[in-house]
């Protein structure tokens, strides 16, 4: 049987004026509380019954790390407007306050849930097969004699405590890191509190043997190859040796405690003489931007929390007491550990069959490529981008940069590229979020070796999934491009779902060819050929869409839209869906995340229906289909619906023309739409039900449809 989220969702007066002209705060849902639903559908996909443990403890350090960033950036967004008694201009008109209680009320079921499934359960679990999360109580005697003479040699030099006094100010805390706050007892009879930070630069989790006395502290730090060993987290350790830090002094009180602060600074870009500088400053401020949230031991004493909260400045709102381990996030590591039998089996992705000879430029001049990641193998596109920087016939490469992660093959590429006397371009987007630091070491990198950076443009974020290649074939220059969904990066694409496409086609290629321009000089388009580009060119094409199929359902009675995407939006963009949906189109939403349309009102929305997948791979395709009487226009890209995408950002929406992989994207679209094993579906009432079969139905995992084959294209 379905279940469904069991949270209630505020209802506000509205008039009829308000109805009709569907202003109506009733019809918009809060962004915010809309992308805590999407985390609890991760946290529900860590406790789901049958899910390999080591997927289980992933999916769990995916809620916390998911959560650590909405705190970062989303609520230390409504708190700023909360202290400067700024209203909500978005539609649901939820107040700054509301938005608070609400967030805070629903964090704390979800993270009670998450804590007691860690504690209860999958902790116990993980034990009996030998994955062993211990606390330093549970340890031997020959185990702790190990530990002390690691902590010794290993983890006491480095230790700093801080003292907290008239003559020692409260220290800054970066966010994130784990601390201890200790009350002293001193000799004077003063009490007196210390800071203690526990290193970062230290492995979190101590292996130690079990079976045997180690000889040496070669097996401590983290081993991927678990054999009987217990995992100390290490800041167990560092609590069990606090007296060692103080001596002629008591610990009358420690506990453990974390800060999340605002990441979501602003970058002066105006005022900057050098972009590159401008955000190199902004990463080092944003370690010390104000206090959001505290995370502090549950067993805490009112006194500690107290000392912290009066210093840090904090309202009772933003403290959480956690059960458990804290900063979860960096749990992800366990994932590592030597324990196939813990995870799902590995997923092998396939060659695209039309680039199986190796001849890319051949293949893509004789037809259009469409690839879907991760079951079409990445490597396709790390292969042209190599090939073309390896061919003496490229004279040419242009490449936007967004998230390449680390070690990036795509930027060894560039480099080479450029080493063999090519032209090439490559415009770095400084300013994605929590990446700058990397972008920065790329962008010099690439820099030095002659590569033409481009910073991007200001007050513009180019988000926008490009590549452009010139080959000199005979007599004539031609154009290559690969379009994208996803970012360049090669470990990203193994486990989220994406879409590329490699075309030869010339107005594709012209309208790219005309956008790199515009990000890197000072050239100004109005229209493009067929590209749909943000921030000129794409709410106002797709709101056209819209009304189009609108009226064919008024004409012909054949209306009908189909959108997959991350995040719905846009007031524009939904205010259309639901005029659309008056007339009698059939439309059906797969939003993973943010979703602000409320489905399945009477004589407004009944005629919308929202899923969501959340499975084993993220899904991140953006896909937007309209029905067209049958020709079945589609579009793919970087852009999801929202004012950030469509106002503030270069985003790209490409046309799929070949009509051979338009139907190749319907079935794939209908295969998503009728999964009823990993997919959610939003109620009117604004809660989600976990879709399963019926009795006698047949169960459709769309993810696993798609590893198995996809539809031929």
């Given at each position: 049987m379905p279940t469904k989220t069991n949270l209630h969702y505020p209802e506000q007066p509205c008039s009829l004026e308000e109805m009709q002209d569907l202003s109506c705060p009733n019809l918009y849902l809060n962004r915010e509380i809309s992308w805590l639903d999407f985390n609890l559908k991760v946290l529900e996909e860590a406790l789901r019954p049958g899910l390999p443990l080591l997927e289980q403890l992933k999916f769990l350090a995916i809620f916390y790390n998911n959560l650590d960033e909405f705190f970062m950036v989303r609520v230390a967004n409504i708190l700023r407007q909360y202290r400067s008694g700024a209203s909500n201009a978005s539609p649901d008109r939820m107040t700054p306050a509301r938005q608070l209680a609400e967030i805070r009320r629903r964090v704390l079921l979800h993270t009670a849930r998450a804590q007691s499934h860690w504690n209860k359960t999958l902790r116990l679990q993980l034990a009996e097969r030998s994955v062993r999360i211990v606390e330093y109580d549970e340890l031997s005697e020959k185990q702790r004699r190990f530990l002390d003479g690691y902590f010794k040699n290993e983890v006491y030099p480095i230790l700093t405590p801080q003292a907290i006094d008239p003559g020692h100010p409260f220290p800054m805390i970066s966010t994130t890191c784990l601390n201890f706050i200790i009350q002293l007892h001193c000799r004077d009879g003063v009490t007196r509190f210390v800071r203690l930070k526990v290193p970062n630069n230290l492995s979190r989790f101590i292996f130690i043997p079990r079976n045997k006395e180690a000889k040496t502290y070669a097996s401590l730090g983290f081993d991927p190859n678990v054999r009987g060993d217990d995992i100390l987290p290490l800041e167990d350790l560092v609590a069990q040796y606090l007296p060692m830090l103080f001596p002629g002094h008591k610990v009358e009180n420690a506990a453990l405690f974390r800060i999340t602060r605002n990441t979501n600074l602003e970058i002066e870009e105006d005022e900057a003489d050098d972009l590159l500088e401008a955000v190199k400053d902004f990463v080092d401020q944003r370690r010390f931007g104000d206090v959001v949230r505290l995370e502090i031991a549950h067993r805490a004493p009112k006194?500690?929390?107290?000392f912290l909260s009066s210093r840090l400045g904090l309202q009772p709102f933003q403290i959480y007491?956690?059960?458990g381990p804290m900063a979860f996030p960096e749990f992800m590591t366990l994932y590592n550990v030597d324990k196939p039998q813990l995870k799902e089996t590995p997923f092998h992705a396939r060659t695209h069959p039309a680039l199986s000879s190796g001849n890319f430029f051949g293949a893509i001049r004789s037809q259009d490529i469409l690839l879907f990641h991760p079951y079409d193998n990445f490597m396709s596109v790390l292969d042209f981008i190599r090939r073309a920087a390896e061919d003496p016939d490229v004279i040419a490469i242009k490449q936007t940069l967004y998230r390449v992660g680390n070690d990036s093959p795509i930027v060894k590429a560039l480099i080479e590229a450029r080493r063999r006397g090519k032209q090439v371009v490559a415009v770095v987007e400084l300013k994605a979020r929590f990446d700058e630091e990397r972008n920065i070491t790329w962008a010099e990198e690439l820099e030095k070796e002659g590569v033409n950076v481009v910073y991007g443009l200001v007050g513009m974020k180019i988000h926008a999934k490009l590549c452009l290649v010139v080959r000199r074939e005979r007599d004539l220059v031609r154009r290559y491009v690969h379009i994208g969904t996803?970012?360049?990066?090669?470990?990203t694409?193994?486990?989220?779902?994406?879409?590329?496409?490699?075309?030869?086609?010339?107005?594709?290629?012209?309208?790219?060819?005309?956008?790199?321009?515009?990000?890197?000089?000072?050239?100004?388009?109005?229209?493009?050929?067929?590209?749909?580009?943000?921030?000129?060119?794409?709410?106002?094409?797709?709101?056209?869409?819209i009304q189009r199929e609108e009226e064919r359902q008024r004409r012909y009675g054949d209306g009908a839209i189909i959108f997959k995407c991350n995040q719905l939006v846009d007031p524009a963009i939904i205010r259309a869906l639901y005029r659309a949906s008056m007339a009698g189109v059939r439309i059906r939403l797969q939003v993973r995340g943010i979703c602000c349309l409320r489905p399945g009102l009477?004589?407004?929305?009944?005629?919308?229906?929202?899923t969501s997948i959340v499975g084993r791979f993220l899904e991140h395709s953006r896909i937007y289909w309209f029905n067209a009487g049958g020709e079945g226009i589609l579009y793919i890209g970087s852009a999801d619906l929202m004012p950030r995408n469509l106002d503030r950002r270069i985003e790209v929406l490409a046309p799929i023309t070949d009509p051979r992989l338009r139907a190749f994207l319907y079935r794939i679209l209908d295969c998503h739409l009728r999964d009823n094993v990993q997919a959610w579906r939003l109620r009117s009432d604004a809660t989600y039900e976990r879709l399963a079969p019926a009795k006698g139905e047949e169960a459709v995992n769309a993810q696993a449809i798609m590893m198995r084959g996809m539809p031929d294209a």
């Open positions: 006194n500690l929390i107290g007491r956690v059960k996803g970012n360049y990066n090669a470990s694409a193994k486990i989220y779902t994406d879409l590329g496409l490699l075309t030869a086609n010339p107005d594709i290629c012209a309208d790219v060819t005309d956008l790199f321009n515009v990000m890197t000089g000072y050239a100004c388009r109005d229209a493009y050929r067929t590209l749909l580009v943000s921030p000129l060119v794409m709410r106002n094409p797709l709101i056209e869409l009477p004589g407004i929305s009944e005629n919308i229906e929202v």
